[in-house]
């Protein structure tokens, strides 16, 4: 059974329409990355999904069955944005009350490693920072050991260091088989860390499928160099070539297989090319292919 399903789900706030006839399944033991740029939907979705929103239309299940009862029960932990922690308890005190309102909560040391907490498990919550309140927030959302796990722009306020412990810890969380849906606008953290992205803009899915297979779909990667006076005649023939534009000198080479048009460019011509540069079809650009306004 799969771990998380839209059916046609669709959501009106007034006359904004945040969810569009979404339609979607998520395998249990995957983690996935939601992303899409600002207004796409992807609170909208993971407050659906924690059954703090109902849809105006169509269906959200987890494990098969209604939100409410999967968060109710342990079985899905969220990580908003928001959420005020209780001031006056230390991290400690605070992890520790919310797991023990789950019916089979991870043992307190494991949520406060996996959260990176060890070292402020005695601070009160009050005297934290944004960084540091969201990973109390992992921390809580991990605490009832659920097999599903939401974290909405987790790393958001996280400074680099932090960020990468907070991966290592969501890995280590997922490892076993627990599903993770996370919602970014890090196209590094999507491509980094999941092993499907999902990119959603305008409340719809404008891709799906691993980082590798969306930068492919959105075409090619780029040989440049500097050929100066040299003519370019014969290098849209190059192996893998889709498009050559030239431009005072300087070659840019789109192709679907830059090493096999470097190495044709190198072995079948005697061009005496410089300055090679080769650039990735990044995330971003498939990104802002996709969610541009049509
Ligand atoms: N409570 C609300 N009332 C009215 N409109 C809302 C409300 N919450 C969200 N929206 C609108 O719904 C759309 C989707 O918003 P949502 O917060 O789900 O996007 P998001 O992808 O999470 O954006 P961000 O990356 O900025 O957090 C946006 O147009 C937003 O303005």
């Keep these: 059974m799969d771990a998380i399903t839209f059916d046609h789900v669709s959501k009106h706030y007034g006359d904004v329409l945040a969810v569009a006839d979404l339609s979607l399944a998520i395998e249990p033991g995957s983690t996935v990355a939601l992303l899409g740029p ?5 609170s909208t979705s993971i407050n659906l999904l924690l059954g703090l929103l109902r849809p105006s239309s169509g269906q959200v299940l987890v494990h098969g069955r209604d939100p409410g009862a999967a968060v109710r029960d342990g079985e899905m932990g969220g990580m908003l944005q928001s959420g005020e922690l209780i001031p006056e308890l ?14 089979r909560p991870l043992p307190l040391d494991d949520i406060l490693r996996l959260a990176d907490l060890g070292d402020l498990a005695g601070r009160r919550a009050n005297k934290l920072s944004g960084g ?3 990973r109390v927030r992992f921390a809580l959302a991990i605490a009832g050991a659920p097999r599903i796990l939401l974290l ?37 953290e999507a491509d980094a860390h999941a092993d499907r992205v999902l990119v959603i803009a305008r409340g719809q899915l404008a891709a799906d499928g691993t980082a590798a297979e969306i930068k492919a779909g959105v075409g090619g990667q780029t040989v440049r160099f500097t050929l ?44 005496d090319v410089r300055h090679v540069q080769l650039s990735g079809a990044d995330l971003e650009a498939a990104f802002l292919a996709l969610t541009r306004e049509s």
Aim: glycine share 10%; no cysteine.
């Design 152 to 188: 909405d722009e987790p790393t958001a306020a996280m400074d680099v260091e932090s960020r990468l412990r907070f991966w290592a810890g969501m890995h280590d969380y997922a490892a076993g088989g627990r599903t993770v849906l996370f919602a970014t606008h890090y196209l590094e």
């Design 132 to 134: 540091q309140t969201q």
């Design 38 to 42: 600002n207004g796409a939907g992807k």
């Design 90 to 103: 230390t991290v400690k005190e605070l992890v520790d009350l919310v797991r023990r309102l789950y019916p």
């Design 228 to 271: 100066g006076e040299q003519p370019a005649a014969g290098l849209d023939r190059l192996p893998g070539v889709t498009a050559v534009e030239v431009v005072d000198g300087v070659v840019t080479l789109h192709t679907a297989d830059p090493d096999a048009t470097l190495s044709g460019l190198y072995r079948g011509t005697t061009l």
